[in-house]
């Protein structure tokens, strides 16, 4: 069991320190107690490319594959019936591809079987829930991430931002024209999420978070290494784009839908997460050991 953290103990870095960690960019997803089997086996990918680098996070698509109740391999659905209105069988591979990418559709991850849980419990919180899942699933998606998430309403947030976040992070991997169509997929799938609005001018807006948003992001950061007041702190749960406190609210009500079980005692918090969602959903293999 992880031992408890103290609330008024200094928060650590974020980022990948060495001695247990799993080196690798991008790390303030992670924390340095992050298990790299427990990523693989849950269904978080580390590092790579993405389908950002050449399609959106497919809201539309994977709502539309939700909807038909399609649990098992959609392969029928999406290539011979073609249920997503697909213009051709190339068209219709890609989108299979990218939505087993994105999502697990068809394929055995914990995450991902979690997400067409909660999907059914929260249907305001879809689109949260939703990129929250691709941020999990792409690492594209996660490099240009803080040029949308420590924007504040009424920002103007336009793709050459995201390109020189990632840019910073991940110097020459992409040529113009890929780091171009990256950064405009990206901006594209915080718009379907909620995080932005408008055609060309991005303008940052205020998303919508539920307690089931709230369960699934605490979710993701407990299998990224975070415990207690760090858990709260990480960028998992400033997808939630809300502060602190209201973080903390969010998960006492998800307490009570038997999401999350949360225990404060003093300068103490205690986060449990996954099993909490492994019993809700019967879901398995959530590194419960």
């Known amino acids: 069991m992880r031992q408890p953290v103290k ?8 980022g990948w320190t060495g001695g247990s ?25 580390v590092e790579g490319g993405g389908p950002h680098q050449s399609k959106t996070m497919m809201l539309a698509e994977i709502s539309a594959l939700f909807a038909h109740g399609a649990d098992a391999d959609p392969s029928e659905l999406i290539l011979t019936q073609n249920l997503l209105g697909k213009p051709s069988m190339r068209a219709r591979q890609v989108a299979l591809v990218r939505l087993r990418e994105l999502y697990g559709v068809g394929v055995s991850a914990p995450i991902c079987a979690v997400l067409r849980h909660l999907w059914n419990m929260d249907g305001a919180g879809r689109p949260m829930l939703a990129i929250l899942c691709a941020l999990a699933r792409d ?3 996660r490099g240009g991430a803080s040029a949308v998430i420590t924007a504040v309403p009424g920002d103007q947030v336009r793709w050459p931002q995201i390109a020189a976040t990632f840019e910073a992070q991940f110097p020459s991997r992409y040529g113009a024209a890929m780091a171009k169509s990256l950064a405009q997929n990206s901006a594209s799938s915080w718009t379907q999420a909620g995080f932005l609005k408008g055609a060309v001018r991005k303008e940052r807006v205020r998303a919508v978070a539920t307690p089931v948003t709230a369960a699934y992001a605490a979710l993701l950061a407990s299998l990224c290494g975070f415990g207690g007041p760090l858990l709260l702190e990480s960028l998992w749960m400033d997808v939630l784009d809300r502060p602190v406190e209201e973080r903390l609210r969010l998960l006492r009500q998800a307490e009570g839908m038997g999401l999350v079980r949360v225990r404060s005692a003093g300068d103490v918090l205690e986060i449990e997460v996954r099993r909490p969602i492994a019993d809700l959903t019967g879901v398995s293999g959530l590194g419960l050991g």
Not at 7 to 14: D, F, G, T
Not at 24 to 44: C, D, K, N, R, Y
């Open 21 to 45: 960690s799993v080196a690798s960019p991008g790390g303030e997803w992670f924390a340095p107690s992050a298990q790299m089997h427990v990523l693989h086996a849950t269904g978080i990918k």
């Open 139 to 141: 690492p594209s998606l």
């Open 7 to 14: 609330l008024n103990e200094p928060i650590a870095s974020k």
